[in-house]
């Protein structure tokens, strides 16, 4: 599941008039509602997680893809292709998984780069990665806000759920879907 990927789904649809204000896709884990709203970002509800496993250094859950969590010090000089590429084989053995480093800005705010798994790089901003982050901020309690903001190479997401006792749902993902290129095919 791609969660960017997800929002840049629903802006199209919206850009191509194929539904007004909300509306609903299936992707692989399960289908997602998703709403444009009046500034034009997309929300996107991503599945309920009832497991953030926490190990100390690091916490592992899966936000429709699955996802590392480390908290780093100097982010912005951090080795993330280096050690992402690592943990990603070392932790995760042959399936892998996404690996996110994350510096807390203030309380409820965080910055986090992606390595994915797939690209095998850093990219510049993972939705499904992000609400990750927001999850295991929370669920480690170095949040008790349930709205989290995550500043990424890419920009600006935020994240946004309800904390129960067997985990989180009514998680949104929300932020800006920007048309950058446009083209016709001729067939
Ligand atoms: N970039 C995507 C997630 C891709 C996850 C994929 N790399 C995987 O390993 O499943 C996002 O914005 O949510």
């Not at 965080?110 to 295991?136: I, P, Q």
Request: glycine residues 10%.
């Amino acid at each position: 599941m791609c969660g960017n990927g997800g929002r840049c789904i629903v802006s199209f649809a919206h850009f191509l008039g194929i539904f007004e204000k909300q509306t609903t896709f299936n992707a692989i884990d399960g289908k997602h509602d998703a709403v444009v709203n009046d500034d034009g970002t997309i929300s996107l509800q991503m599945i309920d997680v009832n497991k953030v496993d926490d190990n100390r250094d690091y916490c592992f859950t899966n936000t429709g893809s699955p996802h590392h969590v480390q908290l780093v010090a100097d982010l912005d000089n951090y080795p993330v292709v280096e050690e992402g590429r690592k943990l990603r084989h070392e932790v995760y053995g042959d399936d892998g998984a996404n690996i996110n480093f994350v510096q807390p800005i203030s309380h409820g705010t965080y910055k986090v780069r992606t390595y994915e798994r797939g690209v095998e790089d850093e990219t510049y901003s993972c939705g499904t990665g992000v609400t990750a982050v927001a999850l295991a901020m929370h669920a480690t309690s170095h949040t008790t806000n349930t709205n989290v903001s995550l500043v990424t190479p890419g920009g600006e997401l935020s994240v946004r759920f309800v904390n129960q006792d067997n985990g989180y749902t009514d998680i949104w993902l929300s932020g800006p879907a920007q048309q950058v290129f446009k083209g016709n095919i001729n067939i």
